[in-house]
Structure formats: structure tokens, C-alpha cells
């Protein structure tokens, strides 16, 4: 048993090492925001607001039908409002922009 500890402490270690920072990129900033936004929203977004923007979950708005700029609505997913958190400590400038950027995709066409 004492040879277990030492080894599974060398294990966490070795796993957090490898995995727990941020990653750069020689990518230039924004460079597949499709890609990336979808992959964002669906970590942190889909639970209120549904995979198609419109599930409404803890008064999330529908974001098919949302009127925002795009400045506006950057400003709403880095900032919060009401039950949303805000993401700017969660998501990078980058980060932000390409949910955005994904939920416009999501808008109804009239």
C-alpha cells in the first residue's frame, strides 16, 4: 500500500501536467470559429439555451430570434445578464467571438 500512493501521486501529477494549461496556437486569431464556436456553445450553451438556440431553459432567450449586433451580443456572453454568468473569465476574446459568431448561424431567415 505504501508504494501505491507515491505512484498514483506521480500519476495525478503527470496527468495535470499534460493537460491542465492552455493551449497557443501558430493559428491566427479566429481562424476556425465555425469549428470551434459550435464546439463552445455546445460545451457551455446548450444546456439553457439548446442546440438549436431556442430551448429557454432558466430564462434563456431564444437566440433564433434575437435582434443584438453582433457587439451586443459579445458583450452579453462576456458580461452576463440575469441568470447568464458572464464568460469573460471562462472564455478567451477569441473564444467569445466565435460562439457568436455560431449562435448568428442559428438565426431565423425571414
Known amino acids: 500500500m505504501s508504494k501505491?500512493?507515491?505512484a498514483l501521486a506521480g500519476i495525478l501529477v503527470a496527468l495535470f501536467a499534460c493537460g491542465g494549461g492552455t493551449t497557443s496556437s501558430s493559428a491566427p486569431p479566429?481562424?476556425?470559429?465555425?469549428a470551434s464556436g459550435e464546439?463552445?456553445?455546445a460545451m457551455h450553451c446548450v444546456l439553457c439555451h439548446g442546440k438549436d438556440g431556442t430551448l429557454g431553459i432558466n430564462d434563456a432567450k431564444d437566440l433564433t430570434v434575437s435582434t443584438l449586433?453582433?457587439?451586443e451580443m459579445v458583450a452579453?456572453?462576456?458580461n452576463g445578464k440575469g441568470t447568464m454568468?458572464?464568460?469573460?473569465n471562462v472564455?478567451?476574446?477569441g473564444q467569445i467571438e466565435a460562439v457568436v459568431e455560431h449562435v448568428r448561424t442559428l438565426q431565423a431567415t425571414e
Not at 454568468?85 to 469573460?88: E, I, L, R, S, V
Open 4 to 6: 501505491v500512493i507515491p
Open 91 to 93: 472564455l478567451t476574446k
Open 85 to 88: 454568468m458572464p464568460y469573460k
Open 76 to 78: 452579453m456572453v462576456a
Open 30 to 34: 479566429g481562424a476556425d470559429q465555425g
Open 39 to 41: 464546439r463552445i456553445f
Open 69 to 71: 449586433s453582433k457587439e
